[in-house]
């Protein structure tokens, strides 16, 4: 026999639950934990209303809404039982909390671990040396505020909030167009064009578009290791090719070519990632012509054009004449800021189409309202003025980078003044543990990026990466010092 | 013998672009297309500037550039040539234009073409019955502009500019777990829930960690494309099954897990898409049982919770004491506006924590400037008062749209009131080709979707979903008018 119903069923009066919604719930709580079983009679409604002290409407208005649900049959002049085509329940006495999904669960996936974010601790006092990141605090946020206001005021705002172009809008594609073919003489047309999430996307989108599983990639090692990610995560067989002054060796590029058919070579020619080096001419026409010979795409990652501190910036492969197969990405992101994530890739129509299809299943379509945002501070030359007044200060903190370099690491390791990104690259004269040093260093209050996160095989390199844009001149001094003294 | 400089170089005076930067760029232009071939020589700074009527700093300035590159070379005494190191270049006259790259790619890639999406036309006279949207002139653009404003003056909003979590912000995942246990009795925690981008991300990212090439993934038919692709994409092969007035049919489901080892069931059950039907209780929990009996996951897509007219909505089966595999994904797309891309996916830690690894690889993190603004507008209760008057609004559209198919199309379809989503499902009582139907509506001014692309086979049903959030009465009833008369 059950108990009375009043203590199975647990009202509370005067929250935001109805009392017929907290009945209904309780009733099939009761069915589910199999104490009301398939058959079951219920208490008429009036019955039940004064056992619990409620009004019978209330209890009419739960059965009715159980019977809807299939939880319930009535019959007529027979009264409410618990439906006969509910499968039967074995009675658990577990409770419902946060744990029992995750405690009991009985499905397989797959397990990711690549791909791992850096930490970068934002309200910690550590000096953080980080990957070559822009400093926020120049973010050109008020801007940018305006910027969303006006949108938001517009005539055309109520448009913007249905389902918008899947390769973003127009205003932005426009705005990234003209600066592409000012900045880096780059002709595209809107449709050979996709605005994506940061230039991460952009990489993810090419790849799964390229790359079948099984075929071959190759990329620059050390080198930029969401891009190994996002060719290993399509199934891509990996070809790291080493580096030397110049860029990539394409010596041996080409002979990775006679011994297989390679898919796409990912390279990072402007400010090579992590060394900051610039690809040089002759290997720049001499990878374009073995793309062109072996029909290898070329995923070129432009992803720090715009901080580059020489009189003249280096253009992109992409620019060439014979640049047949470039697929070109770069972002946004490092202009505005990396929380503002516009990258974009651009290449042939046909290619772009496809790339599109796919973005379609992933995420459908961009942010139109931060797309005109931010395609508004493009058109007033807020962007570009931004662009000029951060790459000043760049240029002052690089100076001071130089000096601190100068004096404290000369002995220690060989380094070369960048001329374009966010970072230098040391390359340590004796070898050095790096992963001892970061681990070292992080007591004393600077953080490094651990260097087998850029070597393919994920060994420790013997050198290290320091992003100083985020730095004060005092910061800096404090880093570097303590650095020089870890080495010694 | 070359021609005079002066007709080689065309520099313009008074451009964007530096005349030392123009030379630089023509002269590698001309190494480009072979006419400077390497090893010959280049005229001497002042020759070059007299011909050129340019001061002589701006050809030394172009010729050091060249230099760094790698284009030119200098040797004492001697003068400037063209690096000898440059790879020989076959002499090209195709000028650059934009359309030389699709002209001329040699590399290959794999074409998508699923996923194409239906054609929204916002700014044609058309009368749209569309996939069961909502009405983007009800979003609260006011209250979330305001809410931008907020984000972008509060004093942490530097630290937002930086890299963010990528599970979203932690702000907007308090809210949404709030306010599913408040209206949809679920309980997860923080590390259970990752924001993406609008529920094709979450569904894109669930198939992604779920299913590896060959898995088994069964869907209901007819259902929702944008699923079918996803899990497509991730290599599943697709068991369609079919549905009937209580839901999907679990005695065939449970057919095909003894046939084979099914790793995932995707479901609509709130309200079907596209039958707007809810999955009654006892398919709730025969899917349940056969989920932990045979130890497959259920996604469950719970993408119309919102919008439900009876006086109860029902609880996701995520919710269910014994749902240990279920995945749940819903969206506030949909609440806000199809633009404001929030959509979210729940379910055990170790699978979340998979996901967002995934995650990281596709687009590092979300936008946390527009979700800690939606964040802020669902702590001051906006949403729900948005979600309150907007139900109100549809509500009434819902009972303009019952009386005119009661009055024209009665004798033609069947149909329920649905209890719940933005759309009506008729089946036509004898059978219509309903494509030649949809074009021949579309030339008298109105638009339906085509129905092969609910049916997982893509052939066309004798069916119609008839979105209606969107539509004044008066366009209802000229709608509704033509549809009957195109039936007859």
Not at 24 to 40: N, S, T, V, Y
Not at 347 to 362: Q, W
Request: hydrophobic share 40%.
């Amino acid at each position: 026999m059950l108990r009375p119903w009043k203590t199975i069923l647990n009202l509370e009066f005067g929250t935001e639950k109805s009392v017929f919604q907290q009945i209904a719930d309780q009733l099939i709580a009761e069915i589910i934990k199999g104490r009301l079983k398939p058959g079951m009679s219920l208490p008429g409604s009036r019955i039940l209303a004064e056992d619990l002290g409620v009004n019978r409407k209330t209890v009419v208005l739960a059965y009715e809404q159980l019977i809807a649900e299939g939880w319930l049959e009535a019959f007529y002049k027979k009264g409410t039982f618990v439906s006969e085509k509910l499968p039967k329940q074995k009675q658990r006495r577990k409770q419902i909390n946060e744990d029992s999904m995750s405690a009991l669960k009985n499905f397989s996936f797959t397990a990711f671990n690549e791909g791992v974010p850096i930490n970068i601790p934002t309200d910690m006092p550590l000096i953080v040396f980080n990957d070559g990141l822009p400093d926020v605090k120049l973010a050109p946020l008020d801007e940018l505020a305006r910027a969303y206001k006006r949108i938001f005021q517009q005539k055309a705002r109520w448009r913007m909030l249905g389902y918008a172009n899947e390769r973003g809008e127009e205003r932005l594609r426009t705005a990234v167009l003209l600066m592409l073919s000012m900045d880096r003489a780059l002709n595209f047309n809107l449709n050979q064009i996709c605005i994506t999430r940061g230039s991460q996307m952009a990489l993810y989108l090419t790849a799964q578009v390229l790359v079948k599983p099984g075929d071959f990639v190759a990329i620059e090692n050390p080198g930029y290791r969401p891009a190994f990610d996002v060719f290993k995560r399509a199934g891509a067989r990996m070809l790291p090719v080493k580096l030397d002054e110049q860029g990539i060796d394409v010596k041996e590029l080409e002979k990775l070519c006679k011994l297989q058919s390679i898919k796409a070579v990912y390279v990072t020619p402007h400010h090579q990632f992590p060394t900051t080096r610039s690809m040089k001419a002759d290997r720049r026409l001499e990878l374009l012509r073995l793309s062109n010979q072996y029909g290898f795409a070329i995923v070129e990652d432009d992803y720090d054009h715009d901080y580059h501190f020489g009189s003249r910036t280096l253009q992109p492969l992409a620019s060439y004449q014979n640049a047949h197969n470039v697929i070109y990405v770069s972002s946004l992101s490092k202009l505005i800021a990396p929380a503002v994530r516009v990258g974009y890739v651009a290449g042939p129509e046909s290619f772009i189409d496809s790339l599109v299809a796919l973005r379609m299943t992933i995420d459908r379509q961009g942010d139109p309202v931060m797309e005109n945002a931010v395609a508004e501070l493009m058109e007033e030359g807020l962007v570009n003025k931004h662009a000029r007044r951060a790459l000043g200060i760049y240029r002052e903190r690089r100076a001071i980078m130089t000096r601190l370099l100068e004096t404290h690491m000369k002995g220690l390791a060989d380094y070369e003044v960048p001329e374009g990104g966010l970072a230098f690259w040391l390359v340590f004269k004796k070898a050095v543990n790096t992963v001892q040093l970061a681990e070292q260093l992080l007591k004393t209050g600077v953080q490094v990026i651990s260097t087998e996160r850029f070597s393919f095989d994920e060994q420790p390199l013997n050198a290290l990466r320091l992003g100083y844009a985020s730095l004060e001149a005092e910061e800096m001094e404090r880093g570097i010092k303590l650095i020089a003294a870890a080495c010694y």
